[in-house]
């Protein structure tokens, strides 16, 4: 976690990645193939297009709830051989896991397609012994982890002043940036997530896994109460922030709650979300969810009260299902072409801006009457491994589109890398040499460009940009990027 002005340091991590581009060029040997010009000039150019929008004097306020935990970073493969738990011969999902044989079936499905999934451990022996294996794993790392922190640590660097609603344990709350405030108890044991890294070609037994991603298991106590939503929603009342974020709600996802106690929580979120300045833009953080009660809860409850979500490649096929009236969707495809997510994106989009409609002009709404107003969605944007796209409403107060897109796409690279400096010799594209704007017959192709690698255009209400991005071949860490990518993006919107 930085300790001072973040701002700064991202101003250094430009100038020191543009001489990283220009030392590539001098000291290229005569051999190596075109593709590393390319990949310069895209970096260059992507970096430019970061550069054109600055912050202004004043800090933004950015409020972030809710929850937060201790990740514990290991590699997956050598956790499970550590507690001698072999490949499983039949990949399953699972909701929630029991024991060891549904740990090895649930990691082994989304091992090998290499597709970030989060579960919890219902069984707290079990949780216990992977919390101690992981403790004595000689390459263990430890951080402030949970959607919310990482965002807010994120915001704070490229400098933001948040409120963040948390429960932290002193010590962790300590080693925060001096721009973060903390509403929120103080707990003396935090919540432990384990983060089961690995990279691209790692195999267990039979599988291999065709992308860097990780897995991650949890089973808190704390999280899924939203502990510090009460002084959170005091605090709020004099921060008078210019955008409120929330995630973490996948913490809810399979908790045995009491009856009725889950909606009751959601309800109370709603109405401060519902409360907020209409001035104060509303950011909702989507994750992997499989319960589908808590997601139509979600669905009536929260989602309605915020104008902009932020989600990957797994996620707004999930989220887009169950708004068409389907069932979850648990595992899809990873790495998915630019012309299906947009697609998804535009339905979506429609969807969930006809609720809006809907819910504005009906004035019998039953139990849902006063929380499904809301408001229209005017932000949407989508980080996959290979590209981030962004839908925004044309007039409405999300700014600096393409420059905020080329900031995610740097974003992922700077995260994964673990580095705020761009290493074009440790970075790849493996996005099309164009791309098709839509899955439709004829539909327009766009070619991406070395030197205007961010594609805008418009379409009906709304503006679309799609970026590039540099991806990482040399992983230090995935857990957390979309945290990273979602609140880069939103920086220069607000």
């Excluded at 004043?58 to 409020?63: E, L, Q, T």
């Excluded at 790392?141 to 640590?153: E, L, S």
């Excluded at 540099?470 to 990518?485: K, M, S």
Aim: net charge negative.
């Amino acid at each position: 976690m930085e300790q001072g002005s973040g701002f700064s340091l991202m101003k250094y991590g430009t100038a020191a990645s543009l001489a990283m581009v220009l030392l590539a060029y001098w000291f290229r040997s005569p051999g190596q193939s075109g593709l590393d010009d390319r990949l310069d000039t895209v970096l260059s150019s992507l970096l430019r297009a970061e550069s054109k929008v600055g912050m202004n004097n004043a800090r933004p306020r950015v409020a972030i709830g809710l929850g937060g935990c201790v990740d514990v970073i290991v590699d997956g493969v050598t956790l499970l051989n550590k507690i001698g738990l072999p490949p499983t011969g039949q990949p399953l999902h699972h909701d929630y896991i029991e024991n060891a044989d549904q740990l090895a079936q649930s990691f082994a499905y989304f091992f090998a397609p290499g597709a970030a999934s989060e579960r919890f451990v219902i069984n707290d022996t079990l949780f216990s012994q992977l919390v101690e294996a992981s403790r004595e794993l000689p390459d263990n790392r430890w951080a402030i982890g949970g959607n919310a922190p990482v965002m807010a640590g994120r915001m704070a660097t490229e400098g933001c002043d948040v409120l963040l609603g948390g429960s932290f344990s002193p010590d962790f709350a300590d080693i925060l940036s001096q721009h973060i405030t903390v509403a929120g108890n103080v707990v003396e044991e935090p919540d432990i997530h384990l983060i089961l890294e690995y990279p691209s070609g790692a195999t267990w037994g039979q599988y291999t896994a065709r992308r860097a991603n990780r897995y991650i298991v949890h089973s808190d106590d704390h999280n899924p109460y939203l502990a510090s939503l009460q002084d959170f929603e005091v605090k709020l009342q004099d921060f008078h922030p210019d955008l409120l974020v929330v995630g973490g709600l996948q913490m809810m996802d399979s908790f045995p709650f009491q009856r009725g106690e889950r909606e009751a929580l959601l309800s109370r979120l709603g109405s401060l979300l519902s409360s907020s300045s209409p001035r104060t833009g509303v950011h909702f953080e989507m994750a992997s969810f499989v319960d589908e009660g808590l997601m139509g809860d979600l669905l009536h409850l929260v989602l309605p009260h915020a104008d902009s979500l932020g989600m990957n490649e797994q996620e707004l096929p999930n989220l887009l299902s169950l708004l068409r009236g389907s069932n979850i969707t648990v595992l899809s495809d990873p790495n998915p072409r630019v012309a299906t997510v947009l697609d998804q994106m535009r339905a979506l989009y429609r969807l969930v801006n006809q609720r809006y409609r809907d819910a504005n002009e009906d004035s019998d709404m039953g139990a849902y009457a006063t929380s499904a107003k809301g408001r229209p969605l005017t932000r949407l944007h989508v980080h996959t491994l290979a590209f981030q796209a962004m839908i925004v409403t044309r007039g409405s107060q999300w700014k600096n589109t393409m420059s905020a897109v080329a900031k995610a796409s740097l974003t992922a690279n700077r995260h994964v890398c673990g580095s705020p400096d761009i290493d074009p010799s440790k970075a790849r594209l493996i996005m099309d040499e164009s791309f098709s704007v839509s899955s439709k017959e004829g539909s327009q192709r766009i070619p991406l460009e070395e030197t205007r690698p961010v594609s805008c255009w418009h379409e009906e209400d709304y503006e679309i940009c799609v970026a590039p991005v540099l991806v990482c071949t040399e992983v230090y860490q995935t857990a957390g990027g979309g945290d990273n990518i979602s609140a880069a993006g939103l920086v220069l919107q607000i």
